[in-house]
């Protein structure tokens, strides 16, 4: 069965950057974009962007243009993304998820949300 | 960027009752148009993707109907388990987004 587990909870300063990573397994990793969405504390769901694990080709969402990087790593399945340059307005959960059994761009499988707060 | 508008913010819905949730996007999506329910401290859930395609393992009583602009998400009969924050979005062209939301209250 599909299954995303991603990275622990982290607390940065403002300024520094972040690295969350979503390790899959009971697919083809390199079959499937993997998306990362992001949610701050009683607020709506922000798509961020996306990765082809196949080619590594990425589009991110133009709000966080410049600051996010999102890499994988195939001998591992694994996923990551980078976010820079951060600010309390960053303080989210942030997940990975992907369409598997879905079309391309929804999500029937998500990681189990990491934690990022940005604090002095 | 195809902004995705939700109504109503807060639906208040007695348990047994019929829910009808709006979406509305600023340009059309086609049928490129998912839904989502998520509980307190859980990662959203998909109900319907395609506009109208039950996902894997979601109760008939969820529907999804709309094209272009306008989409409705209806929960025929409310369950208990029903009550929770709906989302839909858009997946026609990147950066895919969501509407804000709406939150599905016992009355």
């Known amino acids: 069965q599909v299954q995303l587990v991603q990275s622990g909870a982290e607390v940065e300063k403002p300024g520094a950057s972040v690295k969350v990573s979503c390790r899959a397994s009971?697919?083809?990793?390199?079959?499937?974009?993997m998306h990362w969405v992001r949610q701050a504390p009683g607020q709506g769901l922000e798509w961020m962007g996306r990765i082809n694990p196949n080619s590594g080709d990425t589009n991110y969402a133009q709000r966080f243009q410049g600051r996010v990087t999102m890499t994988r790593d195939t001998s591992i399945s694994t996923a990551y993304m980078e976010l820079s340059r951060l600010t309390s307005d960053d303080t989210a959960v942030y997940y990975c998820?992907?369409?598997?059994?879905?079309?391309?761009?929804?999500?029937?499988?998500w990681g189990q949300g990491t934690l990022v707060t940005v604090s002095s | 960027e195809k902004v995705m508008t939700q109504s109503p913010a807060t639906l208040s819905v007695s348990p047994g009752e019929r829910a009808a949730l709006s979406c509305r996007a600023s340009q059309t999506v086609s049928t490129n148009l998912a839904w989502y329910q998520q509980k307190p401290g859980q990662a959203p859930r998909l109900l319907i993707y395609?506009?109208?395609t039950r996902a894997t393992g979601i109760p008939l009583r969820f529907s999804g109907s709309g094209s272009g602009t306008e989409f409705t998400l209806t929960i025929s009969s409310l369950q208990s388990e029903d009550f929770a924050v709906y989302y839909c979005?858009?997946?026609?062209?990147?950066?895919?987004?969501f509407g804000g939301g709406t939150k599905v209250e016992i009355k």
């Open positions: 998820a992907l369409g598997y059994r879905s079309s391309e761009g929804s999500f029937d499988f």
């Open positions: 979005q858009q997946y026609n062209k990147w950066p895919f987004t």
């Open positions: 395609d506009a109208s």
């Open positions: 009971g697919y083809t990793f390199t079959g499937n974009y």
